[in-house]
Nanobody, 115 residues
Framework: QVQLVESGGGLVQPGGSLRLSCAASGTIFSIATMGWYRQAPGKQREMVATITSGGSTNYADSVKGRFTISRDNAKSTVYLQMNSLKPEDTAIYYC?????????WGKGTPVTVSS
C-alpha cells in the first residue's frame, strides 16, 4: 500500500506562488496516476490536477494556465506549482495515487491565500 505525505503549504499573498510536494512510499508510484485535490471549508472536494504514469496531465478549468503538475519517478514525488494565486484557491490540498485497486490519499497540506 502506498503512503503519501504532502508538504509545502502555507500562507501566501494573492498573486504569489507556492509549490506543493507529495512524497510517496511504496512500490507502485511509477505506474500510478497521481493527482492533487482540494477542499475548501463548507465545499466539496474537487480535482485540481492529475498526471498519468505516461505524463499526460489534466487540470480543472479554474486553475488552467496558473497551476502545473509534474512528477519525478526517480524521487517518487509529485509536485504542484501554483502561480498567480487567488483567495479562492484557499483550501486543504490532498495528494492522491490511483492504481487499481489502490486509491490512496495523503493527510493534506493547507494553503491560505490572503493579504
Amino acid at each position: 500500500q502506498v503512503q503519501l505525505v504532502e508538504s509545502g503549504g502555507g500562507l501566501v499573498q494573492p498573486g504569489g506562488s507556492l509549490r506543493l510536494s507529495c512524497a510517496a512510499s511504496g512500490t507502485i508510484f511509477s505506474i500510478a496516476t497521481m493527482g492533487w485535490y482540494r477542499q475548501a471549508p463548507g465545499k466539496q472536494r474537487e480535482m485540481v490536477a492529475t498526471i498519468t504514469s505516461g505524463g499526460s496531465t489534466n487540470y480543472a478549468d479554474s486553475v488552467k494556465g496558473r497551476f502545473t503538475i509534474s512528477r519525478d519517478n526517480a524521487k517518487s514525488t509529485v509536485y504542484l506549482q501554483m502561480n498567480s494565486l487567488k483567495p479562492e484557491d484557499t483550501a486543504i490540498y490532498y495528494c492522491n495515487a490511483r492504481n487499481f485497486p489502490i486509491n490512496a490519499w495523503g493527510k493534506g497540506t493547507p494553503v491560505t491565500v490572503s493579504s
